[in-house]
């Protein structure tokens, strides 16, 4: 849980989101989608693409992983520490249903709920619909419906 929360600290992670989101349509005229960046960084420069117009994509997620230490080391406490009591294979087993769903989605939450709503997309907002509904069934699912 969740315990150092402000409206504060929401408004101005989602400003810097949008920022990032703004930036790289702009600067780079792609979408800011993390699996697909994630997922081209991964099998490299294809045939049709320049490594100059590759390299951004590893950049991109350096920066994340860069900026959360900082503000890990920076910031002691500010992040929210590991759930405790999940069991290690609930964890791999959900991490790969997400990896599951992102692929059927052609895109995660960031992709399709922050780039593609923005854009007025309509196939992200129904991706984005399931992706919500399925979530908070989860939780409930999780929180109620799992015998004791």
């Not at 992706?131 to 109620?144: D, E, I, K, P, S």
Request: glycine letters at 16%.
């Amino acid at each position: 849980m969740i315990s150092n929360f402000t409206p504060v600290s929401a408004l101005a992670g989602g400003a810097l989101i949008g920022v990032a989101v703004v930036l790289t349509m702009r600067l780079l005229g792609r979408v800011a989608g993390i699996s697909g960046i994630l997922h081209r960084s991964v099998d490299g420069p294809g045939t049709d693409e320049r490594t100059a117009d590759w390299l951004w994509r590893p950049g991109f997620l350096l920066g994340l992983v860069v900026a959360g230490g900082l503000v890990a080391a920076l910031r002691p406490g500010t992040l929210p520490a590991a759930p405790s009591g999940l069991a290690p294979a609930g964890l791999v087993v959900a991490g790969l249903l997400v990896g599951w769903g992102t692929a059927q989605a052609r895109g995660c939450t960031s992709g399709h709920g922050v780039c593609g709503l923005a854009r007025g997309s309509k196939r992200s907002l129904a991706a984005t619909a399931v992706f919500m509904a399925t979530g908070a069934l989860a939780v409930w699912w999780l929180r109620h419906g799992l015998p004791a």
